[in-house]
């Protein structure tokens, strides 16, 4: 077997708009030639701003959309014009988390039919008590309670609901999970419960996870490796480690340092990109980034960039100058981390040992909800 | 400190219907040049504080508890829609999270500046014009002449946000209140916001209130923090005193459960459960219910008015944590 389980060549999608009675008809680069290996266990980060493709690109991955061009490999085998019941069959091995909790479940359907559906579909010799347990299982397993299961969507929080997405996820026992900004929607308290979860259960079923998400600090948590994408293409690939220690392309540089940092008083240089992303329907020539890159140089607008390596961990980046320009900026990775005060370090080692004592029970059922709290805090009584 | 620009007194309201504050006894000031973060996670009530101070909260659907504003040496209670009113968009002007909705899809983006300019301002039609462009020039639209023919739609996210920015700032507000101004933004863009505002803040001296649910803009930005949690302020202080001495078990909650750009990875701290309905507070300390270290008597009785100096407050029985394990071992 080999250690790939998932690989794009070539991927590209482009959409027509316009060419009504008003508007000229224009082509929307969305994925302009992505190329990527996704390994087998691994935690895979796409990452970028709004517009570079990235939505479109985990549709293309899961077959949600058909590719104008290019080839996707699942397992060794050629997915890319899979139809009918070959893809059904796919499904059930591959699976997708959505961003929005509110809109991704049907309202009219309790919690438990919502999570039987995918076993009816994926797994229909299974019996209707056979099923109900499952449902049961499931249930646990995300941290809702069985008796959720009569319950509907409107009844419960944006985690409780990201939670029903990912039980939805998992009912089929997909090896390959793919995840479209599935924290992006929830507070940061939640947004931990439900990053922790993911975690937790990767390793769990033995599966591989897609994420694609814009927020690098929640990448750099739950990630081995990442591609950076803009305006449709990747430009920077590596380990997680790698990319946050010692981005190459400057567009990586850029992102990783605008992200405001929760450190108070710690001053770093910002490199400021100008102006904003420009149309994927018209992309600047040569280098797309060069519109917006503090380093570009006079041939950047006519000569295309391919990905090259950039470091000896299988680092890559698309750029013509990146040797130059990391020799300009040693600093372009993460600063080393912030040393809190020693009464501010004391609490938080008291506050995390406190909720190591409420987590440390049977189940992955803690956090679940004030409900399941409350029913925790009797049984410590 | 002198006397602050912007002071409010045990600011609580509710909504017609419901028998608890959405906002229980808010308290804070805000001097020239500073930058008051309110930060909280969906619901805590920071973005009703906002339109409360705006006058903008519909005054059939809401009952005042209390609320006593004092502006640049003038007092007046919080109900006082018309005195509020009269300054809305003058000397207190806002920014909203949207601004795609909060442009008017239908007016030219000159026009909608220049209305906020001739509204208050005694001025002509060409004298507001003229001070829409040199607003749009101030925060850094590009080609501002062409801009001010616009229609909010030709532009991207970003620059509607300078938009917005620009006719706030028309008339030179001494208090700027911006909610959640860069959330719909991406993180470039958010960069070039947040600096823009800071700068236009040095220029004017005016004080700011950002309602914000990012510790990293606050740690970024922020003079003074106020945490809010289920309507209630849990912690204030000054920027050093919540990241360096956090006491309040919800601030040091919330802080661990931001996953970090540095260090070593680690597993992510939780808050656990979810914020109860605002029908099921419990009457005391409206964390009690998600607190790790909560006793019988959180969930009874509030706690005491916020305890510490005035430049660093928190509301709990315990505070700081350190108290609370010697106490409860």
Known sequence: MSDVILRATGLRKHFRTGGGMFARQSTVRAVDGVTLDVRRGETFAIVGESGCGKSTLARLLMRLLEPTDGRIDFDGRDISDLKGRDLRDLRREMQFIFQDPFSSLNPRMSVGRLVAEPLETHHPQMGREERREEVARLLGIVGLRPEHADRYPHEFSGGQRQRIGIARALASRPRLVIGDEPVSALDVSVQAQVVNLLHDLKAEFDMTLVIIAHDLAVIRHMSDRVAVMYLGQIVETGTTDDIFAHPRHPYTMALLSAIPEPVHGRARTRLALSGETPSPANPPSGCRFHTRCPFAREDCAQRVPELRPAGPGGQHAACHYWEEIAAERPDAGTPPAHERKPQAAARFALYEAAIDRLNDRPETAVNAGANDMTQQEEDRR | MTTPLLAVEDLSFRFRGHDQDVVQNLSFALGRNETLCIVGESGCGKSVTALALMGLLPSDAVRFGGGRVTFDGDSYGIEDAGRIASMRGDRMAMI??????????????????????????????????????????????????????????????????????????????????????????????????????????????????MITHDLGVVAEIATNVAVMYAGQVVEYGSVQAIFDDPQHPYTIGLMSSVPSLTGPHRRLSTVPGTVPSIGQMPPGCRFSSRCPFAAPICAERPPLAPIGGADHQVACHFAPLETMQERRA
């Open chain 2, 96 to 209: 909203f999270q949207e601004p795609m909705t909060s442009l008017n899809p239908a007016f030219r983006i000159g026009d909608q500046i220049a209305e906020a300019v001739e509204r208050h301002r005694r001025c002509g039609t060409e004298a507001a014009r003229a001070r829409a462009l040199e607003m749009l020039r101030r925060v850094g639209i590009p080609a501002p002449e062409q801009r001010l023919d616009e229609y909010p739609h030709q532009l991207s996210g970003g620059m509607r946000q300078r938009v917005m920015i620009a006719m706030a700032l028309a008339n030179d507000p001494e208090v700027l209140i911006a909610d959640e101004p860069t959330t719909a933004l991406d993180v470039t863009v958010q960069a070039q916001i947040l600096d823009l505002i800071a700068e236009l803040q040095t220029e004017t001296g005016m004080g700011t209130i």
